[in-house]
């Protein structure tokens, strides 16, 4: 790519990032200490999940952990995108509605790295940036991670309505929550993968000896098996957030 077309080709994602739909807003303002902004992906235990669910999830993951979401604000209203059995799959739930479901204390909130985010993009389309300036280019790229962002949003909403997906197959017509994050970044078209599928064998708890309540012999691993799902399955471990390079966790005000 000529010099002349990397200036084009950055300028036109500035512009871009002014052209979003309405439908989402920006960040909340600095005075909401309850709601951290939108782009934010929060993992919780959800009180309102059904018993075998729960430990089923917590005892492959190995944490202490049954959920994951991503705040947005929609309509003007302040919330989170998810999909849990509770609520039907995907859906939009208002802030304090959500909380409501939450364990006390569950609560971890990671914000995204939208420089480093911006970088990798730019890494994968193969655009060197070396010659411009490190402020410049530190800017273009937060720029370019905030309207990746901003499009992941738009993304995972357009599920809206879709199942959850109990048996945790790679599909798009039921869909789990950690799943549901990934497939909305595949689809904004990025360059990279910001949250890398794993084979199901490889889950912390995928072979635990531990059995399973009211199933005498039988594992996790062997439970997801017959349910269909094999060991090479494309899964999205719902803990991956907590070790990703994009994320960084932050603290949550009351």
């Known amino acids: 790519m000529t010099p002349l077309k990397k200036t084009w080709f950055l300028l ?9 739909d309405s439908r989402i807003a920006t960040a909340s303002d600095a005075g909401d200490i309850s709601f951290p902004g939108n782009g ?10 059904p018993v075998d669910l729960n430990w089923l999830i917590v005892g492959v993951t190995q944490c202490d952990i049954n959920h994951n979401w991503v705040t947005a604000t ?10 849990d059995g509770y609520g039907g799959g995907v859906h939009f739930l208002s802030w304090p509605s959500f909380l409501e479901i939450c364990a006390a204390g569950s609560i971890r909130l990671f914000k995204p790295h ?3 985010i911006g970088f990798a993009e730019l890494e994968g389309l193969g ?4 010659y411009i300036h490190p402020a410049i280019r530190n800017f273009f790229a937060f720029s ?5 962002i901003h499009i992941w949003i738009h993304k995972m909403y357009e599920y809206n309505g879709v199942g959850y997906d109990y048996f945790f197959m790679p599909s798009e017509d039921q869909i789990y929550c950690s799943e549901l994050m990934a497939h909305g970044w595949t689809n904004t078209g ?14 912390a708890g995928w072979d635990v000896d531990a059995q399973l309540p009211d199933a005498p012999g039988m594992t996790f691993g062997m439970l997801f098996m017959s349910s269909g799902m094999a060991e090479d399955t494309a899964v999205y471990d719902i803990s991956y957030i907590m070790r990703s390079p994009y994320f960084r966790e932050v603290t949550l005000k009351d």
């Open 12 to 20: 036109i994602l500035f512009l871009l990032m002014f052209t979003l």
């Open 40 to 49: 934010y992906v929060g993992v919780s235990l959800h009180t309102e999940m």
């Open 74 to 83: 929609i309509g003007g209203v302040k919330g989170v995108i998810h999909s």
């Open 114 to 116: 939208k420089r480093a």
């Open 127 to 130: 655009i060197d940036l070396s």
């Open 144 to 148: 370019l991670g905030d309207f990746l």
């Open 190 to 203: 990025a360059s990279f993968d910001l949250f890398p599928s794993q084979e199901a064998r490889t889950l």
